[in-house]
């Protein structure tokens, strides 16, 4: 069982477009994170949100945490070719588990 | 400078011969974590040490065990590798304080081939 879909699954635009990426789920996360991740190398902290509808903003990032704690969007403004990458979502629970429970990914290319 | 360090980077091996991969951590974190990842897929937790108890996730075959001699050293052993378990092996850390963020930190990675 997926708990976190991430939309799109790919996504191919052109240097200086926008973007949204969504992460969805049914259930409650205590906090959610993002990583982007580029090939051959292993997923980088983007962000962590943690309050019911906080923003946060990274640059020309942007992401929010939904009221209800069970969805995120991270935003890109102006992408660039150095954007490119995986990026997934990740939540945490607050039921004591260790475990981070990842979103499906999205394949994000910027082309220049 | 790394936090998390993974080696080999790239490893590569022959069906059914016996590969450890290792992973070392200057954060000192409690949590210890190793994920398999294939192509343009979302990490898939293997199993996690929280401190020495060791956690195995239900559906992580017998194929693959861990060892945890000390706080900043953690390896993944795959007793006989399969085609199938060609992936990218990631290591990660958090520590573990009741917050319930669990962020977590991520070595590089390595890159395993099965002839």
């Known amino acids: 069982t997926q708990l976190l879909e991430q939309s799109p699954q790919f996504l191919s635009i052109q240097e200086g477009e926008n973007l949204t990426v969504y992460c969805n789920s049914s259930?409650?996360?205590?906090?959610l994170q993002w990583y982007r991740q580029e090939p051959g190398e292993g997923p980088v902290l983007l962000v962590t949100?943690?309050?019911?509808?906080e923003v946060k903003k990274l640059k020309r990032l942007t992401f929010q945490f939904g009221d209800a704690r069970k969805d995120s969007s991270l935003h890109i403004t102006a992408a660039q070719p150095g954007d490119t990458g995986l990026y997934l979502c990740?939540?945490?629970?607050?039921?004591?588990?260790?475990?981070?429970?990842f979103g499906t990914g999205t394949r994000l290319t910027v082309i220049p | 400078d790394a936090m998390v360090i993974q080696n080999p980077r790239y490893q590569v091996t022959q069906f059914g011969k016996p590969v450890t991969l290792s992973c070392s951590q200057t954060?000192?974190?409690?949590?210890m974590y190793w994920y398999q990842q294939k192509s343009s897929q979302a990490p898939k937790l293997l199993f996690h040490y929280y401190d020495k108890d060791f956690n195995n996730e239900a559906d992580t075959p017998d194929n693959f065990q861990s060892r945890r001699p000390n706080t900043s050293f953690c390896f993944l052993d795959i007793r006989s590798p399969g085609l199938g378990d060609a992936a990218m092996y990631l290591c990660?850390?958090?520590?573990?304080?009741?917050?319930?963020?669990?962020?977590?930190?991520f070595g590089a990675g390595t890159r395993l081939s099965v002839l």
């Open positions: 954060l000192n974190h409690n949590v």
């Open positions: 990660a850390t958090s520590r573990e304080g009741g917050t319930g963020k669990n962020i977590q930190y």
């Open positions: 990740a939540g945490a629970r607050w039921d004591g588990a260790n475990n981070l429970f």
């Open positions: 259930s409650v996360f205590s906090s």
């Open positions: 949100v943690v309050t019911g509808g």
